[in-house]
């Protein structure tokens, strides 16, 4: 089945500064990676996704990367604010295989 | 808030005992995924239903049992439970499980549980 892994665990940057969260997998058959933001006490909340048949996709500071011959996808936040801290999931799936398998997340904390 | 409710918020029980998680999808939304959150292993898939049937099974417990009702709300029942079942278990729907694409899955603030 699909593994994924993500690093780091914890992360932690300036107030501004940007923000990368790194995520591989091993099933080439995975074609949709979301990611969720989970905060303190609630469930994790979609952030941005992208498809296999797209390499880069962007909505205003939160960008995503896929390289698919390297099996890697990484979550980019730019001018990060104190509220983008969270734990921040990385999940594959396959359109055949609805099943999200997530990543062991990474704590990122904002220092003001 | 995404729409999809959990109930109980907490629950507090002890070895050996059964317990019933019960979500609620979002209005309109056909499937419903239950998830496993622990502290050691992350976010695990339990099981799918979609439309009232079983749809997709991940690493769920013989012990754990799912269905989902006419009114599309769902039950997760744990039985002779264990302290290694204390987690945090999540409910996530969405309008689709069809194979042909894949929605975003909106998840519940989820249920606490703890076995002392």
């Known amino acids: 089945g699909e593994n994924v892994e993500q690093h780091p665990s914890t992360l932690s940057v300036q107030e501004g500064d940007s923000a990368v969260i790194k995520c591989t997998y091993s099933d080439s058959a995975s074609n949709y990676f979301p990611w969720y933001k989970q905060e303190l006490g609630k469930g994790p909340q979609l952030i941005i996704d992208i498809r296999s048949n797209v390499g880069e996709k962007k909505d205003q500071r939160i960008a995503v990367t896929l390289n698919k011959t390297a099996k890697h996808f990484s979550l980019h936040i730019t001018e990060t604010q104190p509220e983008d801290s969270a734990v921040y999931f990385c999940?594959?799936?396959?359109?055949?295989?609805?099943?999200?398998?997530f990543g062991t997340g990474t704590r990122l904390t904002i220092i003001p | 808030d995404s729409g999809v409710t959990q109930t109980p918020k907490h629950l507090i029980t002890a070895t050996g005992q059964r317990v019933t998680l019960r979500c609620s999808p979002r209005s309109g939304d056909l499937s419903v995924y239950w998830y496993q959150q622990s502290l050691d292993q992350g976010l695990q898939f339990l099981i799918q239903y979609y439309n009232g049937e079983e749809r997709a099974k991940g690493n769920i417990l013989e012990r754990f049992s799912a269905q989902q009702f006419p009114d599309l709300h769902s039950e997760l029942n744990l039985s002779s439970l264990e302290l290694g079942d204390s987690a945090l278990y999540f409910c996530a729907s969405t309008y689709s499980g069809t194979h042909s694409s894949y929605n975003e899955q909106f998840f519940g603030p989820g249920t606490r549980l703890t076995v002392l």
């Open positions: 999940a594959a799936a396959n359109f055949g295989n609805e099943k999200l398998t």
